[in-house]
């Protein structure tokens, strides 16, 4: 069994992406083909926003938008310690200073009152300009946008949506990748939208971020790209990346259909054996992952050893929160400083989860659980 299993997926558009690759290898345009424009204007339709920028990663997505809304020293971005290190790791390279809060036990997610209390610490220390939030769309599931919007407000904040897991997701039919003054996701593989190889994209309503995200792209371009008025970066995604998209995402919005039917067959079949998911009201989760509590860790590598018996993977994601790793030493946090992400490194564990994984699998998966 696999933890992720892209196999039938291919097998379902072969012949597509083979043509798709052919007409690429034809026209020759390897960099900013047309393929390039056709999927931003299809992914821009579905995510419900005025523009898509795709780039050459998930991370160079969190990446491009903060370069272009100049964050830098003395900036304050706000996200969760419980997330992958690229939220983080962006607002470091720019030499502003990442500033953690912790998440709601429920969902995974930046707790909004956390968050509230986090930005009015740093108004009140003075050192630090609060600039712009990062909330992750952990696993899939939406963080509060609503509640996220209003605390933005009122400090006059920037958002931008973390969407790498998130894409596909849905808040009252309002999908994920909309929600910020920008969003990002990423295409990575195994992501719920992914490509065969690195890519990712910028979701905004905002024509003037889009412009300076055009020029980001492009090492900071002008008039042309031998005329340089900013500091940007070699952020395009390639043709045949994106030729590769526009064939996945004619399967993408059944396959959430199916990611939901298989996290709800794993919800009915391990409720009584460990904490399993909570989706709250109105909301959709593109189950980037399908993650679920043990107890407490003894009890977690138990069930783990057991599944890896059975030859069945699961994974942590996890183990280290963001504040405990040591590459964030110098901001001097302390075990302890977020107690939620901490016990939940020490307690969650996700299973094999893709759109076409067998009814069978499932419920082997949940036999050795219980077993
Ligand atoms: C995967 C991921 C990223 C980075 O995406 P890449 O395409 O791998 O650069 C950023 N944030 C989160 C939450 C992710 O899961």
């Known amino acids: 069994?696999?933890?992720?299993?892209?196999?039938?997926?291919?097998?379902?558009?072969?012949?597509?992406?083979?043509?798709r690759i052919q007409t690429v290898l034809a026209h020759g345009k390897y960099i900013m083909g047309p393929e390039i424009k056709e999927m931003e204007t299809q992914l821009?339709?579905?995510?419900?926003?005025?523009?898509?920028?795709?780039?050459?990663?998930?991370?160079?997505?969190?990446l491009m938008p903060l370069l272009a809304w100049d964050i830098g020293p003395g900036d304050a971005v706000f996200t969760t310690p419980f997330t992958f290190i690229a939220t983080a790791e962006v607002i470091q390279l720019l030499g502003a200073t990442p500033v953690f809060v912790d998440i709601d036990p429920l969902t995974y997610n930046i707790d909004p009152d956390l968050l509230d209390v986090a930005i009015s610490k740093v108004v009140e220390a003075g050192e630090l300009k609060?600039?712009?939030?990062?909330?992750?769309?952990?696993?899939?599931?939406?963080?509060?946008?609503?509640?996220?919007?209003?605390i933005a407000q009122k400090y006059d904040i920037k958002i931008l949506e973390d969407a790498a897991q998130g894409f596909g997701g849905e808040i009252n039919g309002k999908i994920a990748g909309s929600f910020g003054d920008?969003?990002?996701?990423?295409?990575?593989?195994?992501?719920?939208?992914?490509?065969?190889?690195?890519?990712?994209?910028?979701?905004?309503?905002?024509?003037?971020?889009?412009?300076?995200?055009?020029s980001v792209r492009v090492h900071g371009k002008g008039g042309d790209k031998y005329d340089n008025i900013r500091i940007g970066i070699n952020g395009r995604m390639d043709t045949l990346q994106a030729a590769i998209i526009l064939e996945k995402f004619t399967l993408f919005p059944n396959e959430i259909k199916l990611r939901n039917q298989a996290a709800a067959k794993y919800n009915e079949l391990l409720a009584e054996s460990v904490v399993t998911p909570q989706t709250p009201a109105g909301y959709t989760?593109?189950?980037?992952?399908?993650?679920?509590?043990a107890k407490d860790a003894q009890e977690r590598q138990a069930i783990q050893a057991k599944l890896k018996d059975a030859g069945i993977p699961s994974a942590v994601y996890y183990p280290k929160p963001l504040h405990q790793q040591t590459a964030f030493a110098h901001l001097n946090y302390q075990d302890g400083d977020f107690p939620i992400s901490e016990e939940m490194s020490q307690r969650i564990f996700s299973l094999p989860m893709y759109p076409y994984i067998p009814e069978a699998d499932i419920e082997r998966i949940c036999d050795v659980i219980k077993g």
């Open 130 to 150: 609060p600039k712009v939030i990062i909330p992750v769309d952990l696993f899939g599931l939406p963080a509060d946008f609503p509640a996220i919007k209003s």
């Open 285 to 293: 989760s593109a189950w980037a992952q399908y993650s679920v509590l």
């Open 1 to 19: 069994m696999q933890f992720i299993d892209l196999g039938k997926q291919q097998s379902l558009i072969k012949d597509a992406i083979d043509t």
């Open 182 to 214: 920008a969003a990002s996701t990423s295409f990575f593989p195994a992501k719920p939208l992914g490509c065969y190889g690195d890519g990712g994209a910028i979701f905004t309503d905002d024509d003037d971020l889009y412009e300076k995200l055009l």
């Open 44 to 62: 821009a339709e579905y995510a419900g926003t005025k523009y898509c920028v795709s780039c050459s990663s998930g991370t160079d997505a969190l």
